[in-house]
């Protein structure tokens, strides 16, 4: 059985950094990739970042130049550093391996 557990969220304020983790059990973070979403009120659920099976990464636009993702293949989890983060960044962040989805970890940015 695999899961997703997100973690990591929390309020703050405009121009504060905050990580997001996204730990694996069932299935290894190395052997596809993983994929963090956001999903903000009322709107649809958009794509933030990708760290590819050969560690190889990609942003949404919106993000590119303060979002690093990463991942630690010794704890399976992958990571979404988030800085100098804008209220528009405001949303509950998932994380997709496969078909599977974390529970969300909402992110609230004040300005």
């Known amino acids: 059985q695999v899961q997703l557990v997100e973690s990591g969220g929390g309020l703050v304020q405009a121009g504060d950094s905050l990580r997001l983790s996204c730990k694996a059990s069932g299935r290894s973070v190395s052997s596809e990739g993983v994929t963090w979403y956001r999903q903000a009120p009322g709107k649809e659920r958009v794509f933030v970042a990708v760290i590819g099976h050969l560690g190889t990464t990609l942003y949404g636009d919106s993000v590119k130049g303060r979002f690093t993702i990463s991942r630690d293949n010794a704890t399976n989890t992958v990571y979404l550093q988030m800085n100098n983060l804008k209220p528009e960044d405001t949303a509950i962040y998932y994380c997709?391996?496969?078909?599977?989805w974390g529970q969300g970890t909402l992110v609230n940015v004040s300005s």
């Open positions: 997709n391996l496969n078909m599977y």
